[in-house]
């Protein structure tokens, strides 16, 4: 029988990528649960960590102890290098803490409107952080997609940064389909950089049940 996991996120563009990931990638030993399904709809957790590192691991831990089940948090953010590797942890509210995606993508070719494309290199970088309840231990996967930011918006498949950011071949992440950015994304390659850990804490709740 499945195990419940919990995806501690709000963000509907996360949860629904994590989940076609796990359909995807992850063996049918997880039920995924999203935090408004235990009574965690407005729950919150403070991301003023320095590292994404820091801040997977602090919501992971705090999402898993409220609710006494394992949960999977991620920290992710863009890395441009003309701008010194912002906007970083601070992608999500770029613009301003009540900022859409769209505000951000503007401000950020505003940011880039003087660099040339061979200036523009970028990444996408994500942490996985996976934990127990009532534990201090949190395991960690990473992985990044490298590219660049184009000079205008393409492609409304993903969401976030997908429609500026020029994967290597021209296309940008926006546009590809979701069986081939879930091969390549940055959740996908920090989902498969953790599945030791995730096999691990399955086999722990196979062993206590």
Known sequence: MPHQLLIATGNRGKLREF?????AHVD???ELVAPAEVGLKDFTVVEDGET???NAGRKARSYSNACGLPALADDSGLEVDALGG???????????EAADDAANRFKLLQALSDIPTGQRAARFRCVIALAFPYTTN?????????GLIAMDERGDL???????????????MAELDVAEKNRISHRARALAD???ALDAMSRT???SS
């Open 19 to 23: 989940r076609e990931l796990f359909d």
């Open 28 to 30: 049918s030993q997880w």
């Open 52 to 54: 994404y590192a820091e």
């Open 86 to 96: 912002a906007p970083g942890l601070y992608s999500a509210r770029y613009a301003g």
């Open 138 to 146: 949190v395991r960690l996967g990473e992985g990044l997609v490298e």
């Open 158 to 172: 993903g969401f976030g940064y997908d429609p500026v950011f020029a994967l290597p071949d021209g296309r940008r």
């Open 194 to 196: 953790a599945a030791w």
């Open 205 to 207: 709740l196979d062993t």
